[in-house]
């Protein structure tokens, strides 16, 4: 990996997430030697990764290269490539650029897509967990509009107008709103030839109502936000398979559509090279201490979604969002220069502030601690949070314009086909 030999302790950050980025940056201000490698040279905004999807923002104004991170980089080194697997008796990571030793290694590499098991829906569906996935759903659906004017067949324009979003997490509420947004604000102007009517969204869950890990009060008013925008919502339906464009529950209902978008969870993305007791069968998160310690070794720690915590706070590991990861980051940081003056290290102690998923305009939810707010004041705060935690001011500033645009115009400025894209399995009468 050509990384230069040093004195100071040398510090492995494998993932450039909130955990891993919040590391980084902070460590490299101490006397240590920090490498992060990632299989992406950008830090991806997640929380707003569905409005790249959508349309609503280029993939640019979320991203952040991870070369940026620290204004003075003489102890911090980026490597692009993937890790492969790690030696824990010899210190070493192994990854697609070759091998590095390490002092203290942090793993920080989040989640995956889970599909469950089921191969088919993993090959057959959309996702959305990376930047060009967010811009596959995009240029998708634009291109199934763009089919759409070639034929005067109204059945097969409601096939490529209609959208089905299996999972009713955040992820999936926040991208079914986005779609009800955009056929309520720019497919009348950008398609004057279609029918807006035809343009169903199609919301499914397993669960008997939305945003599952919120509250009830928060759930049942995202719920109402989305009726009124006019999402269908399908609870307590399970999606078994999607064959021949057509998504097939555990139920009588199935939908035959050209886009169907796979929002129904994630699970852990660990490393190989770690014993098997160290890494939870059922989330295949790596079990660490509350010091985030991977249990069974000393200097190999873990952050972030990847985590399991598990406390009589929180017996089922911290939620996987982005404040977790943020404040084990920081504490991280702090134990490592404990670890080096052979203090004792601290517990991590999480500080929840909340959970909120937006609807669309004006429309949002959040739970602040027995406090449930909704509607514009919920939104506007919804803005604020993300705005302040995007990382990069060039960033903050584009979004900030983009957002200001889109309210004042009804309109969605992103919305080109960069990229055409093809699905791997596709209806004959798509070809």
């Known amino acids: 990996m050509n990384i230069p030999q040093s004195d100071l302790p040398r510090v492995i950050v494998v993932g450039g997430g909130f955990g891993g980025v919040t590391l980084s940056r902070k460590l490299t201000k ?50 692009l490539g993937e890790v492969n697997s790690i030696d824990p008796d010899k210190k070493i990571v192994c990854s697609s ?27 057959a569906s959309l996702q959305m967990k990376s930047v060009p996935q967010a811009l596959n759903i995009r240029s998708y659906m634009l291109q199934n509009l763009e089919k ?11 096939k490529l107008m209609r959208i089905v979003l299996s999972g009713a997490g955040p992820t999936g509420v926040e991208l079914a709103g986005a779609f009800a947004e955009f056929k309520k604000g720019v497919l009348k102007n950008d398609y004057p030839d279609l029918n807006p009517e035809l343009m ?18 928060a759930s049942q008013k995202a719920e109402k936000y989305l009726r009124k925008l006019g999402v269908q919502i399908h609870l307590n339906v399970l999606v078994k398979n999607y064959e021949e464009e057509t998504v097939l529950t555990n139920t009588d209902l199935q939908i035959v559509a050209y886009t169907f978008i796979w929002s129904a969870g994630v699970i852990g993305n ?49 939620p996987q969002v982005a404040q977790p990861a943020i404040q084990q980051g920081k504490l991280l940081v702090k134990n490592f220069k404990r670890l080096v003056n052979n203090q004792p290290l601290k517990e991590f102690s999480y500080l929840d502030k909340g959970s909120m998923a937006t609807i669309g305009r004006n429309k949002a939810v959040a739970d602040v601690k027995n ?32 957002w200001i645009y889109n309210y004042f115009n009804f309109d969605r400025a992103a919305r080109v086909i960069i990229r055409p894209y093809q699905k791997k399995k596709i209806n004959s009468k798509l070809k």
């Open 30 to 79: 101490q006397n240590f030697q920090v490498v992060l490698i990632d299989r992406h040279n950008y830090h991806n905004f997640q929380p707003l990764m569905y409005q790249v999807a959508t349309s609503g923002l280029e993939p640019d104004s979320i991203a952040f290269p991870l070369r940026g991170l620290v204004e003075d980089r003489k102890n911090f080194l980026f490597r």
């Open 97 to 123: 650029i070759g091998d590095v030793s390490y002092d203290y290694l942090v793993i920080a590499t989040g989640t995956k897509t889970n599909f469950f098991g089921n191969k088919d829906l993993e090959e």
């Open 148 to 158: 759409a004017t070639l034929t005067n067949d109204v059945e097969e324009q409601k």
């Open 200 to 217: 169903e969204i199609h919301l499914l869950d397993g669960s008997d109502r939305v945003l599952a890990s919120m509250s009830e009060k």
């Open 270 to 318: 660990p490393i190989k090279g770690l014993r098997e007791e160290s890494v939870d069968e059922r989330s295949q998160r790596f079990l660490v201490d509350k010091m985030n310690r991977v249990e069974g070794y000393e200097g190999i720690f873990a952050i972030g979604d990847i985590a399991l915590m598990k406390t009589e706070e929180f017996p089922k590991g911290h």
């Open 371 to 402: 406090f449930t707010l909704g509607g514009f004041l919920a939104w506007i705060t919804w803005l604020g949070v993300h705005l302040y935690f995007l990382v990069g001011v060039r960033n903050r500033l584009v979004v900030f314009l983009n």
